[in-house]
């Protein structure tokens, strides 16, 4: 589970984040939408341990980011927009890398994330060769290394062409039940098709949260709706 309280933090006189208060329960895909500048990368950053908030609070899995940073780390996996990766690597050689850094010694695990994440034509080629869509594929895979608990994905889509965006969207999906997901986008749509919740934010602060299932029309449309009481 995953849960902030007050949470804020500001960059100069700019509030990036003001008196957030979110649940996410485990096992779940929860979307986190908003437009660029909501507040979205901000909040992620504190929810991984690499930022701190200025004040409220935030646990993961049970631990304070503030207080228990490293036991926080030994259970998440995070994918950030635009994911670095050592491009002299192959992609076996980078996801090996990344397990001795989380202390995975299973030659197995590498090969099972490898299947996983449909990597197996891709073992041998070097990241700089990769595709965009194979890129986040690769992004994913190092995620899922050590098998985290919980999965931080900020934009897993971006700039991917919509065939890929359905890849990694199913790659997403079977995560359900295995793995809670925080997913950021500011696509209403793509969260709408592999999310259980959907947490909109705004100016830092949470808007709505609605089920998928009553999405309907544009991000626009749903920020009219929320902030003249029509959705709950």
């Given amino acids: 589970m995953i849960e902030t309280s007050g949470l804020t933090k500001r960059f ?44 409220g609070s935030a646990t993961v899995a049970g631990f304070d980011v503030v207080d228990q940073p490293d036991e926080v780390r030994k259970r998440i996996g995070f994918m950030p927009e635009n994911a ?76 991917l062409d919509p065939h890929q965006i359905v890849e990694i969207r199913e790659l997403i999906r079977d995560l359900r039940g295995h793995r809670t997901v925080l997913l950021s986008s500011h696509q209403l749509d793509e969260v709408a098709r592999i999310c259980s919740k959907v947490l909109i934010i705004d100016k830092g602060k949470l808007v709505v949260e609605v089920d998928p299932l009553q999405v309907e029309g544009t991000l626009e449309d749903l920020f009219l709706r929320s902030t003249s009481g029509g959705t709950r």
């Fill in 12 to 55: 100069g006189d700019f509030e990036a984040l003001s008196e957030l208060n979110i649940s996410i329960p485990t096992g779940e895909i929860t979307g986190f939408l908003g437009p660029n500048g909501a507040g979205k990368t901000t909040a992620m950053r504190i929810l991984t341990c690499t930022m701190s908030p200025d004040c």
């Fill in 84 to 159: 670095p990766l050592y491009p002299d690597m192959t992609v076996t050689e980078l996801l090996n890398f990344v397990a001795r850094i989380k202390a995975v010694e299973s030659a197995d695990h590498v090969e099972s994330i490898i299947t996983q994440t449909g990597l197996d034509s891709m073992r041998g080629k070097l990241v700089a060769h990769l595709s965009r869509g194979f890129r986040q594929r690769a992004a994913l895979a190092q995620a899922l290394i050590g098998d985290p608990e919980i999965l931080i994905l900020d934009e897993p889509t971006s700039g």
